[in-house]
């Protein structure tokens, strides 16, 4: 296994200071300031369902059609700071120079946002296909099933996520044989 060098320690070191900021950030975010993610996850959900939301504040993006509200809850936050730090812990013995810590960094940050739009989407477009009354799969779902969905679809995608940049940083590793 390769040592770790001053410049990996520094690279994880920055990587978890931004995760504990985003987690801290998180906690004090109200509605209005996680746009970033509602908005986009807002309009792709309209997009998939040809039903649009209104933003309400102080409720969120609300979708009559779909009897759903998208609001801090479903924002994803979490999952983009976790997804970030996995992404970060795992691919940091790729980091060979020191300004591609500068550079790597942000790129991580941008790959696990669009992850998380990605991901959200998913989640809400399942939890939406899944209570569709044509179903009928419950009648009266429990309170905690909507969570253990978005558990289920998350955890699924982190380690689909991890596989996949892991597969990608190995091959980049691996010498390429020339074609004869």
Not at 15 to 44: N, T
Not at 89 to 99: M, T, V
Not at 121 to 128: D, G, P
Request: contains cysteine.
């Amino acid at each position: 296994m390769p040592q770790t060098t001053k410049q990996h320690q520094f690279f994880l070191l920055a990587a978890g200071i931004l995760f504990i900021g985003l987690k801290l950030v998180y906690r004090q975010a109200a509605l209005p300031d996680l746009w970033l993610f509602l908005q986009p996850i807002s309009h792709l959900v309209a997009l998939a369902t040809s039903s649009a939301s209104v933003f309400i504040p102080g409720e969120g993006y609300v979708n009559n059609h779909l009897a759903i509200v998208i609001d801090k809850s479903c924002a994803g936050f979490n999952f983009f700071a976790l997804c970030f730090v996995m992404l970060a812990f795992s691919s940091y013995r790729s980091i060979s120079q020191g300004y591609q810590t500068l550079l790597f960094l942000p790129a991580l940050l941008l790959l696990s946002y669009l992850f998380t739009l990605f991901v959200n989407t998913t989640r809400i477009l399942f939890s939406v296909f899944l209570h569709q009354p044509k179903l009928n799969l419950l009648a009266s779902p429990p309170p905690w099933l909507h969570e253990a969905e978005g558990a289920f679809v998350y955890l699924s995608f982190l380690i689909l996520i991890y596989l996949g940049f892991q597969f990608l940083l190995s091959s980049q590793n691996q010498p390429h044989e020339e074609l004869a």
